[in-house]
């Protein structure tokens, strides 16, 4: 598959998760100069939601981190809510009942997953995301992400397959 014809949407999960873990720019500095070469191409992006996650505001007691510092200053594009994004989420919601508890209204989670959705709909984008689909109907959470995205035919990856799908090679060294 040519992957210089995809656009990827990316969920907030992916980038924590990288940025704490396994890409940690202290051993992986490339993956994040090569997310933002992507976003300079316009092949990834990401929601306004997704940053408002991440990146902590000024009227926020948090102190601000590393990850949401590196944010502020990449160069990924940064989709805010259109008419047409909205438009893909009622869609969604009017598909299937279960899609309106994809967010955990009670504890404030989850509250970009409608956006990341939306947004990929709207661009005809793939979703990257670190969730992975409910199975079990007895699971605490009853839709993630990827159960929306195939209930509404939404190409979807984990960020190991986007590594590999745009080509990306890592080289070690001491």
């Known amino acids: 598959m040519n992957s210089s014809a995809h656009i990827y949407c990316i ?3 992916v980038l924590i998760q990288a940025w704490q873990k396994y890409y940690s720019p202290t051993i992986c500095l490339d993956y994040w100069d090569v997310l933002n070469e992507l976003g300079k191409e316009g092949r990834i992006f990401i929601p306004e939601e997704v940053k408002n996650e991440i990146v902590v505001s000024d009227d926020n007691d948090k102190s601000e981190d590393d990850l949401s510092k590196w944010l502020k200053r990449s160069s990924i594009p940064i989709m805010k809510p259109t008419e ?24 404030g989670r989850s509250l970009a997953d409608p956006w990341v959705i939306s947004h990929a709909l709207n661009k005809k984008a793939t979703v990257v995301t670190k969730e992975t689909p409910i199975t079990s109907l007895n699971a605490k959470k ?3 992400i990827p159960n929306v995205c195939d209930n509404m035919g939404i190409r979807w990856i984990d960020d190991f397959a986007f590594v590999k799908e745009i080509g990306l090679k890592f080289s070690c060294k001491r």
């Open 84 to 107: 047409a994004t909205i438009k893909c989420w009622q869609t969604i919601l009017q598909a299937n009942p279960l899609h309106k508890l994809l967010v955990d209204n009670i504890k």
């Open 142 to 144: 009853p839709v993630t």
């Open 11 to 13: 969920d907030a999960n």
